[in-house]
C-alpha cells in the first residue's frame, strides 16, 4: 500500500517509515518543511510537503492508506493543541473520505476515553485527540485508533501490551519504536478495522497484541 504518514518528521513517525518500507508499503513521508525531504528519503520514504494549518491534502494524492502522527507537542500552547491536534487531525479525516482514501490509523493518546481524568494539565489535549477520534470513528472510513501511553525513545522490544476500550487496564511506557510496530502490524490486519486500542509496554509479540479476541 501507498502510506502516507502525517507527521513523518516526528519521533514515531521516524520509526515506521522504514518499517512500512521493509514491510513492502510505499511509504510517503509528509512534513511541512522541505529541509526535511532527504531525512524523509533516507528512512525510505517519498517526501511530500503538508501543513495541517495551511494546505496538505494534495500530499494524500494516491494514498491507499493514511497515518496520522503528529502532534503540536507539549511546548506549544493550546492554541495549537486546538488547530493541529483536533482540527488538523479531522481535516485529514475529510481529506481521506473526498479522496477515497479508506484505510486510516490514528495515533490518539491513553486516556482520550477519560478526557476529565488526572493529570488535569492533560486534559485539553485529551479533549483534543478524543475530539479527533471521535470524527474519524463517525465517519466512514476503515479506522483503527491506536491510544499510547506515555512515549520513549527506547529501543524497540517487539513487544507491547495492549487493552481494547473501553475496559480497565494500564501498563508501562512505551517506546515509540514499538508504536511504529503497532501501526505496521494494524495495517496487515483488518480485524483491528473499527477498533480502539491501548498500547503500553509489555511482552506480547506485536501482532498478537493487536489481534482483536472476543
Ligand atoms: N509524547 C507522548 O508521550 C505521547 C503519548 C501518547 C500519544 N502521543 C501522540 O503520539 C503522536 C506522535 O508523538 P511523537 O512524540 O512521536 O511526535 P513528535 O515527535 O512531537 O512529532 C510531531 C510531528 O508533528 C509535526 N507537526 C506539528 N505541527 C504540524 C503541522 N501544522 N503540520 C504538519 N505537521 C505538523 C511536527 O513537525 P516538525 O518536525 O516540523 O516540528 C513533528 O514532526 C502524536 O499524535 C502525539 O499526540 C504522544
Same mark, same amino acid.
Given at each position: 500500500?501507498?502510506?502516507?504518514?502525517?507527521?513523518?518528521?516526528?519521533?514515531?513517525?521516524?520509526?515506521?517509515?522504514?518499517?512500512?518500507?521493509?514491510?513492502?508499503?510505499?511509504?510517503?513521508?509528509?512534513?511541512?518543511?522541505?529541509?526535511?525531504?532527504?531525512?524523509?528519503?533516507?528512512?525510505?520514504?517519498?517526501?511530500?510537503?503538508?501543513?495541517?494549518?495551511?494546505?496538505?491534502?494534495?500530499?494524500?494524492?494516491?494514498?491507499?492508506?493514511?497515518?496520522?502522527?503528529?502532534?503540536?507537542?507539549? @511546548?506549544? =500552547?493550546? %492554541?495549537?493543541?486546538?488547530?493541529? !491536534?483536533?482540527?488538523? *487531525?479531522?481535516?485529514?479525516?475529510? /481529506?481521506?473520505? +473526498?479522496?477515497?482514501?479508506?484505510?486510516?490509523?490514528?495515533?490518539?493518546?491513553?486516556?482520550?476515553?477519560?478526557?476529565?481524568?488526572?493529570?488535569?494539565?492533560?486534559?485539553?489535549?485529551?479533549?483534543?485527540?478524543?475530539?479527533?477520534?471521535?470524527?474519524?470513528?463517525?465517519?466512514?472510513?476503515?479506522?483503527?485508533?491506536?491510544?499510547?501511553?506515555?512515549?520513549?525513545?527506547?529501543?524497540?522490544?517487539?513487544?507491547?501490551?495492549?487493552?481494547?476500550?473501553?475496559? @480497565?487496564? =494500564?501498563? %508501562?511506557?512505551?517506546?515509540?519504536? !514499538?508504536?511504529?510496530? *503497532?501501526?505496521?502490524?494494524?495495517? /496487515?490486519?483488518? +480485524?483491528?478495522?473499527?477498533?480502539?486500542?491501548?498500547?503500553?509496554?509489555?511482552?506480547?509479540?506485536?501482532?498478537?497484541?493487536?489481534?482483536?479476541?472476543?
Amino acid at each position: 500500500m501507498r502510506v502516507a504518514v502525517i507527521g513523518a518528521n516526528g519521533g514515531i513517525g521516524r520509526e515506521l517509515l522504514p518499517r512500512l518500507a521493509d514491510a513492502g508499503h510505499d511509504p510517503v513521508g509528509v512534513v511541512r518543511d522541505e529541509s526535511q525531504f532527504e531525512a524523509v528519503r533516507e528512512r525510505g520514504g517519498e517526501p511530500r510537503l503538508g501543513d495541517l494549518k495551511g494546505e496538505f491534502a494534495s500530499a494524500l494524492e494516491d494514498a491507499d492508506a493514511v497515518v496520522f502522527t503528529a502532534g503540536s507537542g507539549g @511546548d506549544t =500552547g493550546w %492554541d495549537e493543541t486546538l488547530l493541529v !491536534d483536533l482540527w488538523g *487531525a479531522r481535516r485529514t479525516v475529510d /481529506a481521506c473520505v +473526498e479522496r477515497g482514501v479508506d484505510r486510516y490509523v490514528m495515533i490518539s493518546a491513553y486516556q482520550a476515553s477519560e478526557p476529565l481524568a488526572e493529570p488535569e494539565a492533560l486534559r485539553p489535549y485529551r479533549v483534543a485527540k478524543r475530539c479527533a477520534d471521535d470524527h474519524l470513528e463517525q465517519s466512514s472510513l476503515d479506522a483503527t485508533v491506536l491510544r499510547p501511553t506515555a512515549l520513549t525513545d527506547g529501543e524497540g522490544t517487539g513487544r507491547i501490551s495492549a487493552t481494547f476500550e473501553y475496559r @480497565d487496564g =494500564g501498563g %508501562d511506557d512505551i517506546p515509540r519504536a !514499538d508504536v511504529a510496530e *503497532a501501526v505496521v502490524a494494524c495495517l /496487515a490486519n483488518n +480485524e483491528t478495522i473499527g477498533e480502539t486500542i491501548r498500547l503500553f509496554g509489555g511482552d506480547d509479540p506485536v501482532e498478537e497484541a493487536i489481534r482483536p479476541h472476543d
